[in-house]
């Protein structure tokens, strides 16, 4: 909802989707693979992929069950190309995860607001501009 309804960034989520496959590659027009790397004690395969409007990174863990470690992505079309990056660990799929670890505890004082009413809330900082922006 925050993406598509509120144009809001939502940094990797498309690594949340049912079929990450399907959401990241229709767009890539160049893959590498940079070989292999360690992150936070795991080693990964390194593969990056470049689209028209970003570029982006992601360590796969290597072993019987690889998990996301590490996703980098550059906003080519932002001035100074700014990145999100994301360690992930404690990766869990299936009977791993624990319904209640998504648990919602709401404090008795929480105001409900709406992404309008969220200052700052933007993809972009203040001191970015869109290329070609005046």
């Given at each position: 909802?925050l993406?598509?309804?509120?144009?809001?960034?939502?940094?990797?989520?498309?690594?949340?989707m049912?079929?990450?496959?399907?959401e990241?590659?229709?767009?890539?027009k160049?893959?590498?693979?940079?070989g292999?790397g360690?992150?936070?004690?795991?080693?990964c395969?390194?593969?990056?992929?470049r689209?028209?409007?970003?570029?982006?990174?992601?360590?796969?863990?290597?072993?019987?069950?690889?998990?996301?470690?590490r996703?980098v992505i550059?906003?080519?079309?932002?001035?100074?190309?700014?990145?999100?990056?994301?360690?992930?660990?404690?990766?869990k799929?299936g009977?791993?995860?624990?319904?209640?670890?998504f648990?919602l505890?709401?404090p008795?004082?929480a105001?409900?607001?709406?992404?309008?009413?969220v200052?700052?809330?933007?993809?972009i900082?203040?001191?970015?501009?869109?290329?070609g922006?005046k």
């Amino acid at each position: 909802m925050l993406r598509d309804k509120y144009h809001r960034p939502v940094p990797a989520a498309d690594l949340l989707m049912s079929d990450p496959y399907k959401e990241l590659m229709p767009l890539v027009k160049e893959a590498k693979d940079l070989g292999s790397g360690v992150i936070r004690g795991t080693e990964c395969d390194h593969l990056a992929f470049r689209t028209d409007d970003v570029d982006w990174q992601i360590w796969i863990a290597q072993g019987a069950h690889p998990y996301p470690c590490r996703y980098v992505i550059t906003s080519k079309k932002v001035t100074s190309w700014p990145q999100y990056a994301l360690d992930m660990w404690g990766w869990k799929t299936g009977s791993e995860v624990a319904s209640d670890g998504f648990k919602l505890e709401i404090p008795a004082d929480a105001k409900k607001l709406t992404p309008e009413q969220v200052p700052g809330l933007n993809d972009i900082p203040a001191i970015f501009t869109a290329k070609g922006a005046k």
